[in-house]
């Protein structure tokens, strides 16, 4: 059974850091694309940070570019969001999902339309105070 579990998130103050896990099971991350995905009500779901299976290449939203860095650990079956500097407009709930890869990692991370995100997003809230 192919399943993904998100922790790691809080309340943190304005300039924080945290750490998301995603810890998989049913699949390798070697064979799929994983990204974090970020859901506000009232606004589109957003790409945080993607990571390709094959090569580890990475994909970043815009805005949290210089401030998060996504990593996995294969022995652990382990993705990793490490979100530095948090600022109150990164308040979400934040959730992971497997994707077979289509396009280069930074252009999926775009547009969030490519990944099975209904499928998926239980997920971890994620809020940054001011």
């Known amino acids: 059974q192919v399943q993904v579990v998100e922790s790691g998130g809080g309340l943190v103050q304005s300039g924080g850091s945290l750490r998301l896990s995603c810890a998989a099971s049913?699949?390798?991350?070697?064979?799929?694309?994983l990204g974090w995905f970020r859901r506000v009500p009232g606004k589109e779901v957003e790409g945080v940070a993607c990571i390709s299976g094959r090569d580890d290449a990475t994909g970043y939203l815009d805005s949290v570019k210089g401030r998060f860095t996504i990593s996995r650990d294969i022995a652990k079956n382990t993705v990793y969001l490490q979100m530095d500097n948090l600022k109150p407009e990164d308040t979400g709930l934040y959730f992971c999902?497997?994707?077979?890869?289509?396009?280069?990692?930074?252009?999926?991370?775009?547009?969030?339309?490519?990944?099975?995100?209904?499928?998926w997003g239980k997920g971890t809230q994620v809020t940054v105070s001011s």
């Open positions: 999902v497997p994707a077979s890869p289509h396009v280069p990692i930074q252009e999926m991370c775009d547009h969030p339309h490519l990944w099975p995100l209904d499928a």
């Open positions: 049913g699949f390798r991350l070697s064979d799929l694309e």
